[in-house]
T-cell receptor
Framework: AQSVAQPEDQVNVAEGNPLTVKCTYS??????LFWYVQYPNRGLQFLLK??????LVKGSYGFEAEFNKSQTSFHLKKPSALVSDSALYFC??????????????FGTGTKLQVIP | GAVVSQHPSWVICKSGTSVKIECRSL??????MFWYRQFPKQSLMLMAT?????????EQGVEKDKFLINHASLTLSTLTVTSAHPEDSSFYIC?????????????FGEGSRLTVL
């Protein structure tokens, strides 16, 4: 069974500082990995994904994530945080079976608070 | 990216009534849509997978007769909460993948906040 762990319920960072939101995963095969952001009372917005290829993935709003196979991690990063980045961030994984139903599993979410 | 529209955004109903939530893919066809439930400060819980033209696949522990799902066309799936009770109050979110896409990102609706009095 696949799983995703986001070890931090909340991350606080000062505006202008770099931010990291952690994610580790467990799958039986090769993973598809995703980051989504959720603002209050809204649906989720896709930020970026890793399928294959370059381990450093660049996404929306200046975010990037690094796939590390040996550490089974996919941490979300941004060089300089903005107050408007404050939101709830979800890491997700989708296994890649040869056929059949492919379920996406979400982490528990990390609340990012950027302090002015 | 693809757009998924969810309606209504907010709904308040009396206990014992039924509520229907619609999920539409606006600029693409979705053979598969997903319904999630999100409790406060918690992650998304997959309730069911909605397949166009066939019965939905429910996750373990989700009552099929309580949460009726219909996927009558390639652009519309509906979730009906039947005989709603206060414990059904939650944030319901639908999502869809573009037809044929195997790269996997989901496109989400804006969510529907259900409050049962």
């Amino acid at each position: 069974a696949q799983s995703v762990a986001q070890p931090e319920d909340q991350v606080n960072v000062a505006e202008g500082n770099p931010l990291t939101v952690k994610c580790t995963y467990s799958v039986s095969g090769n993973p598809y990995l995703f980051w989504y952001v959720q603002y209050p009372n809204r649906g989720l917005q896709f930020l970026l994904k890793y399928i294959t290829g370059d381990n450093l993935v660049k996404g929306s709003y200046g975010f990037e994530a690094e796939f590390n196979k040996s550490q089974t991690s996919f941490h979300l990063k941004k060089p300089s945080a903005l107050v408007s980045d404050s939101a709830l961030y979800f890491c997700a994984v989708r296994d890649m079976p040869s056929g059949g139903y492919q379920k996406v599993t979400f982490g528990t979410g990390t609340k990012l608070q950027v302090i002015p | 990216g693809a757009v998924v529209s969810q309606h209504p955004s907010w709904v308040i109903c009396k206990s014992g009534t039924s509520v229907k939530i619609e999920c539409r893919s606006l600029d693409f066809q979705a053979t598969t849509m997903f319904w999630y439930r999100q409790f406060p400060k918690q992650s998304l819980m997959l309730m069911a997978t909605s397949n166009e033209g066939s019965k939905a696949t429910y996750e373990q522990g989700v009552e099929k007769d309580k949460f009726l799902i219909n996927h009558a066309s390639l652009t519309l799936s509906t979730l009906t909460v039947t005989s709603a009770h206060p414990e059904d109050s939650s944030f319901y979110i639908c999502s869809a993948r573009t037809q044929g896409a195997n790269t996997g990102e989901l496109f989400f609706g804006e969510g529907s906040r259900l409050t049962v009095l």
